[in-house]
């Protein structure tokens, strides 16, 4: 079964970029050549987006491999397909790599036993609200939202995978 995603490589320091290619090369079985810009956010720093077309569970294979070089961010997206939700990954230095399910508009979803089991280890209001975000991811947000706005209008690359 196949679906597709977005891969966000909000920032790369230039001398990575190839590497940064090579990962998602590997994860997807072909070639790729990203259209690096400049992150705005990160003088110094390049980026680069790619749309991609791949079998259910790709996303993963992308975040392992891109999580291999600590100082790049990226955001990887992979879209629901029948029977399997969606995921989305975040990776940010200091914060390390946040994954959840997204529901077929893109919310993140979380488990009746997840919800559950923080609330029964949370003693007060203030400590389930915490948890809550670190589940939400919201940490990994904050930190990658000033790098999403620097690439409003940067081209994208389409990506398939091949065989």
């Not at 920032?11 to 705005?40: K, M, Y």
């Not at 079998?55 to 392992?64: E, N």
């Not at 209001?125 to 948890?131: K, R, V």
């Amino acid at each position: 079964m196949s679906t597709r995603g977005v891969v966000y490589v909000h920032s790369s320091p230039s001398a990575v970029c190839p590497h940064v290619e090579w990962a998602i090369s590997g994860a997807l079985g072909g070639r790729v050549d990203l259209q690096w810009t400049a992150q705005p956010a990160a003088p110094g720093q390049l980026r680069a987006e790619c749309d991609w077309r791949a079998p259910v569970g790709t996303g993963g294979k992308l975040a392992a491999a891109l999580k291999a070089w600590p100082m790049v961010r990226f955001e990887i997206t992979e879209e629901p397909s029948p029977g399997v939700d969606g995921q989305r990954f975040c990776y940010a230095p200091g914060l390390g790599l946040w994954h959840a399910r997204t529901s077929a508009n893109g919310d993140i979803v979380v488990g009746e036993d997840r919800l559950r089991s923080l609330v029964s280890k949370s003693r007060a209001g203030e400590q389930l609200a915490h948890e809550l975000d670190k589940v939400l991811g919201s940490s990994w947000d904050e930190a990658l939202e000033p790098f999403r706005h620097a690439g409003d209008g940067a081209p994208v690359t389409w990506l398939h995978q091949v065989g």
